[in-house]
């Protein structure tokens, strides 16, 4: 799984940081972030993992802020 964004982003061509990655899974946030896509985690946040551009506890919420990602 650590290549999985990886081969996203070169399958589509684009670099990472046009990328917007949400999900409700800190690790795989902090894949992408690492990549450096910008990223949002949906639901609780683990301890030790990279902090997301933004953190929200529902996908409901996440209209509401998408147009930081402009």
Do not use: C, W
Not at 25 to 47: C, E, N, W, Y
């Amino acid at each position: 799984m650590t290549h999985y964004y990886e081969r996203i982003f070169a399958d589509l061509g684009i670099e990472p940081a046009e990328a917007l990655i949400v999900d409700d899974h800190p690790r795989f946030i902090d894949q992408a972030a690492q990549l450096g896509a910008h990223t949002v985690l949906i639901g609780p946040k683990s301890p030790g993992e990279r902090q997301p551009d933004l953190h929200l506890a529902s996908l409901a919420e996440l209209p509401a802020h998408i147009h930081r990602f402009n």
